[in-house]
């Protein structure tokens, strides 16, 4: 199911004011991601911030190697904030991840 129109436009409003500098293969999943159905009923912005701390989790810090070797859910997000705040400060980022934002 594609993405109504409105909502594609105010999502690549906010990826472009979020990570004004992040790599377009990056921006694109992020983009993917926070059109997805399941994001729907959030507001954009917000859609967009969970897709891009999602991404950048996945695909640029060793989350998934920590849970490889043993370490719970939570455990690998804590030893990878910092990885994930490199990321959004080298894409220039206008938010970073509170360590202390248990929903993240």
Known sequence: MKTPTGRRRAIA?????LLPL???ADM???????????MK???PTIA????TVAHVRHAHT????????GY???AARFFIVDEINAWLTKWRATRLLDP???DA
């Open 13 to 17: 409003k906010a990826l472009t004011a």
């Open 22 to 24: 992040a790599p377009y």
């Open 28 to 38: 694109e999943k992020i983009r993917a991601d926070a059109g997805a159905p399941h």
């Open 41 to 43: 009923t959030l507001p």
């Open 48 to 51: 967009v911030w969970l897709a």
């Open 62 to 69: 060793d989350y998934e190697k920590l849970l490889a070797e």
């Open 72 to 74: 719970d859910r939570d």
């Open 100 to 102: 202390d934002d248990e």
